[in-house]
């Protein structure tokens, strides 16, 4: 069993940087693939970036080059560095802990999210 808690969403100005962390409880939490998902009112949720237990990472092309994600196994902690952040990143962002296929991440537990707004 994995609990997920987000934080670190807030509004911030187009242009401007944002951490998001996600603390994990449970022992197995080094087991586990991590993602973070954004989803933004109208919007099917997507995946943002995916990380493997060993700390190889892939992005969404959207956020490629701007947004980078880490994870810390020590302290049960994964992070999401946002970057040039742009309107189009508002959305709500999960994390989420499961199994990679490929990049894709099939998650078996989610956080219960945090709001990022971007304003232009």
């Known amino acids: 069993q994995v609990q997920l808690v987000e934080s670190g969403g807030e509004l911030v100005q187009a242009g401007g940087s944002l951490r998001l962390s996600c603390a994990a409880s449970?022992?197995?939490?080094?087991?586990?693939?991590m993602g973070w998902f954004r989803q933004a009112p109208g919007k099917e949720r997507e995946s943002v970036a995916t990380?493997?237990?060993?700390?190889?990472?892939d992005h969404a092309d959207s956020v490629k080059g701007r947004f980078t994600i880490s994870r810390d196994n020590a302290k049960n902690m994964v992070y999401l560095q946002m970057n040039s952040l742009k309107p189009e990143d508002t959305a709500v962002y999960y994390c989420?802990?499961?199994?990679?296929?490929?990049?894709?991440?099939?998650?078996?537990?989610w956080g219960q999210g945090t709001q990022v707004t971007v304003s232009s």
């Open positions: 989420a802990a499961g199994v990679l296929f490929g990049w894709t991440l099939r998650a078996d537990y």
């Open positions: 449970g022992r197995t939490f080094k087991d586990y693939s």
């Open positions: 990380i493997s237990w060993n700390g190889n990472a």
